[in-house]
């Protein structure tokens, strides 16, 4: 193989990835690719994928979130091997069923003389703050440390004693890093609460259920120097690690946040997109394959996608383009497929009728569809008589140039050629091709103003198929209609 994945060392003999977020709120954007990107490496190396839940701050854990989390891989298509919900050897996989484990490694660095207690209070901190802003100079903890901690007893934090040095590392994504001892400081790795900090347990538990890569967003990029220094200090052998781009908002000018479309991944089934169409999309925000590709079956991604070929830049979001994406994606189904996922999106009124003509109409506007709420606009119609609105012809850029009485004559033109009309969907064309040439329009007008005639409705599929799946005598009903209310 030739990304990167082939000259790093398989612990055990097997890739092993995990995503492991924080139960504080939903699955957004973000957070669900550095999912797929983790499930990808280890799908594509025969590997294991691990969900694991660092819940160990409290304060800010959201109650229903980890079920949020599992519902949001589940509607991807993200299974995993191993982790909450299924167990595994490596469990528990909820961070604060773990603390025995951290509280036991926290006193092998005491004893190492490599953690210390914490034994100043907030006001003493922030007075170290202040002075060091004063002089004009970055504030290091280590600057600070006490000459004769007291004994730790587990009430107050527990800090590293880090050791300053230069480092340069290789990230599988960003290349050759490098950065000076001034970016090691004392951090707390477990807080007086008892919990541990991020900073502590992510390394404890990735070597011990045998990670071999750690993706994880760019925003971590500057703490990594201190993971280094404590893989060091616990002897434990530091992973591959690889640094996301960031997902930036539409105008490249800051990242997405919640107010520029990072919501809940599952608000998007909710309105009609496909997990295929979101899998693709969220697996090519900061990666190709190097060619002109940009539909992307699952089993395509996982035998195509590498480490190598993520992008270092920043990736957009642009929701027209995951738009394209699930229009795309839903033509692909199969009209069994898609008619069991559009169970919960057909109007009301679709309820009188039989499962076979729900099919026929499905089959119809398939190709129209861009998302799965679009159903009833394009089908309403043809369960229950439209509401004839002349605004919508005053509004079209065709139409609006012709009188009402100008359209409403083309409009018995087309109701007594097709009252003699066979009315297959071939033969309707024919008839409406030879209306081009009786009424001397063009088909930008008067197919338009019959579509809108028959369904009142901002568009809808092919106009013969349209009126053959209508049938003859309520598309000519419909006509009549059309005409009598421009009268009024």
């Given amino acids: 193989m030739s990304d990167h994945l082939s000259s790093i060392p398989i612990i055990n003999g097997s890739v092993r990835t995990r995503f492991a977020p924080s139960p504080t709120g939903f699955m957004h954007v973000g957070g669900v690719r550095t999912a797929l990107f983790s499930w990808l490496i280890a799908r594509r190396m025969q590997g294991t994928f691990i969900l694991r ?10 109650s229903g979130s980890i079920q949020q989390i599992q519902k949001s891989l589940n509607w991807l298509g993200i299974e995993w091997n191993e982790g909450v919900g299924i167990g595994g050897e490596h ?25 210390y207690a914490d034994p100043y209070s907030q006001e003493e901190l922030e007075a170290f703050r202040n002075e060091a802003k004063a002089n004009k100079r970055a504030f290091l903890y280590r600057d600070h440390r006490p000459e004769n901690p007291p004994a730790w007893d587990g009430t107050q934090p527990l800090r590293f004693k880090s050791d300053p040095k230069a480092y340069t590392w290789t990230d599988a994504v960003m290349g050759n890093l490098s950065t000076g001892p001034e970016a090691i400081d004392d951090y707390i790795l477990i807080k007086g609460d008892g919990f541990p900090t991020y900073n502590f347990c992510h390394i404890i538990d990735d070597a011990l259920m045998g990670i071999t890569h750690v993706l994880r967003s760019q925003e971590f990029i500057s703490s990594t120097p201190k993971f280094l220094n404590l893989y060091e200090a616990l002897h434990i052998e530091r992973p591959v690690f690889a640094t996301l781009p960031f997902v930036m908002a539409i105008d490249g000018k800051k990242k997405l946040g919640k107010r520029d479309g990072a919501k809940d991944i599952l608000d998007y ?13 969220l697996a090519t925000l900061g990666w190709n394959d190097g060619t002109e590709q940009e539909i992307f079956s ?9 480490l190598e070929r993520v992008q270092k830049s920043p990736a957009r979001f642009d929701e027209q383009r995951l738009l394209w994406l699930n229009g795309q994606w839903i033509r692909r189904l199969n009209l069994d497929d898609l008619f069991d996922r559009v169970t919960d999106f057909w109007p009301e009124s679709a309820s009188t009728v039989t499962i076979e003509r729900k099919k026929e109409i499905l089959a119809l506007v398939q ?6 709420t679009d159903l009833p606009l394009l089908s309403s119609y043809f369960f229950e008589n439209p509401v004839p609105n002349w605004a919508m012809a005053d509004d079209n850029k065709q139409l609006k140039k012709y009188s009402h009485s100008e359209l409403t004559d083309m409009l018995r033109h087309t109701v007594g050629a097709l009252q003699t009309s066979d009315f297959d969907a071939e033969t309707i ?19 338009s103003m019959i579509r809108l005639a028959v369904s009142w409705a901002p568009f809808s599929p092919a106009l013969n198929d349209t009126l053959a799946t209508l ?15 421009a009268a009024a």
């Fill in 269 to 281: 089934g909710n309105e009609g997109y496909l997990p295929e169409a979101m899998m693709n999309f």
């Fill in 429 to 447: 064309q024919a008839t409406l091709n030879q209306l081009l040439e009786t009424t001397g329009q063009k088909p930008g007008v008067l197919f």
């Fill in 367 to 372: 190709d129209r569809l861009k998302t799965l």
């Fill in 91 to 115: 469990g528990p996989y909820l961070q604060s069923e773990r603390l025995p484990i951290y509280l036991k490694w926290a006193q092998k660095l005491v004893d190492e003389g490599r953690a």
């Fill in 53 to 62: 839940i660092e819940d160990t701050d409290k304060v800010r854990e959201v």
């Fill in 471 to 485: 049938g003859k005598q309520t598309t000519i009903d419909r006509l009549q209609r059309a005409i009598e209310a």
């Fill in 298 to 306: 699952q089993t395509e991604l996982i035998e195509k996608f590498s």
